[in-house]
């Protein structure tokens, strides 16, 4: 099976621009989950998707959004970008099974 | 302090040798899950333990859980210099997929 796969992998922003991020599952599981890994905080997660709907939510700011397809693709998306925003935004993917599979993560800078 | 959260130390070691690193956290847990990472790319799934296990094993990885002291280890044994990596102990308190991740400990092994 093919692994998770997250576009773009890089991605350069200014301040106050918007980003969207892209999420594919991999194929047969339902769950697509995200996190925020900086260097200051580590990964925090941000929310997860579980059949279109929204079933957990971390503590992030409402500038951050996501949404999920009914091919279980998910997308995120952030408004109003900030300079803390620079970050490896990691999406992971979960079947039948506990185990939450990563995918390679989008790199974003916000300039 | 956050949940699953290793003992903040960087490993030094020669190729050959073993690598311990531990983990503890602070609630709960459904499971705990150990992951890699290298050079700030996506985590590698390493090993699952539940909360009603003790220890596992897979390949050279040993995991055990002591869920009486809430702590983790993480042995690595004869490591080889493809072993360079962070490594990322998360649990899961809810089984909800909203897994905490520590700050990480990095591991170099020197061929």
């Known amino acids: 099976k093919a692994g998770v796969t997250q576009t773009p992998r890089y991605l350069i922003k200014t301040r106050g621009q918007q980003v969207t991020l892209s999420c594919s599952p991999i194929s047969g599981h339902r769950s697509v989950s995200w996190y925020q890994q900086t260097p200051g905080q580590g990964l925090q997660f941000l929310f997860e998707y579980f059949s279109e709907t929204q079933r957990n939510k971390g ?7 996501g949404r999920q397809f009914s091919n279980s693709r998910s997308e995120m998306n952030v408004s109003t970008l900030e300079l803390g925003d620079s970050a490896l935004y990691l999406c992971a993917s979960r079947g039948s099974l506990e185990t939450q599979y990563f995918g390679p993560g989008t790199r974003l800078l916000v300039l | 302090s956050q949940q699953g959260e290793e003992d903040p130390q960087a490993l030094s070691i020669q190729e050959g ?26 985590l590698v799934h390493l090993i699952l333990i539940r909360s009603n296990e ?49 700050k990480g400990n990095q591991v170099v092994v020197i061929p």
């Not at chain 2, 040798?17 to 790319?41: D, V």
Request: a positive charge.
């Open chain 1, 59 to 65: 503590n992030f700011p409402g500038r951050f959004s």
């Open chain 2, 17 to 42: 040798e073993n690598a311990t690193m531990n983990c503890s956290y602070k609630t709960s847990i459904n499971n705990l899950q150990w992951y890699r990472q290298n050079s700030g790319r996506g």
């Open chain 2, 54 to 102: 003790r220890e596992k094993h897979s390949g050279r990885l040993r995991v055990t859980l002591d869920t009486s002291k809430k702590s983790s280890s993480l042995l690595i044994t004869a490591s080889r210099a493809a072993d360079t990596a962070s490594y990322f102990c998360a649990t899961d308190a809810t089984g909800n997929n909203r897994l905490a991740f520590g």
